[in-house]
């Protein structure tokens, strides 16, 4: 029924929630699961120094791989046979995730209902109901 997973992660417990799910998911389907972790630099506009700028990002960038390498461990150590991809990418979470959708012909999405920054606590996450709302796949949450 599936072939491709999208799983977006960025290092929270929710993420890595939804990841035993995705895994779950893909050994019983067969699906190669792709793994996205999106870096936003929307924030960093119009910081005062050009340096600062390039050392939060060479951080971002540091933090996405833990969490790209942390869903890696898991799949390798559940589910071994399963194939993954891992990818970064640079933007607006939301918009990334849904074009990923598109570019790549994903079955299904499965995502964590909040990340890890405090606001996304309030409702059901801005960026997971954004893609609920407007993916035109399936999008499995995980709580």
Known sequence: MYNKILLPTDGSKHAEK????AIWIASQSGAEIIVLDVIE????????????IVRIKEMLK???????ERISEMIKEDEPE??????????????????????????LVVMG??????LDRF???SVTEKVVRSA?????TVH
């Open 18 to 21: 939804a990841a035993e799910h």
């Open 41 to 52: 630099t929307s924030s960093l506009v119009g910081l005062p120094a050009e340096d600062l």
């Open 62 to 68: 540091e933090e996405a791989k833990r969490s790209l």
């Open 82 to 107: 399963i194939k993954i991809t891992l990818t970064s990418k640079e933007g607006s979470p939301a918009d990334v995730v849904l074009k990923t959708i598109e570019e790549k012909d994903i079955d």
């Open 113 to 118: 209902t909040s990340g890890k920054h405090g």
């Open 123 to 125: 409702l059901l996450g």
């Open 136 to 140: 035109k796949c399936p999008v499995l």
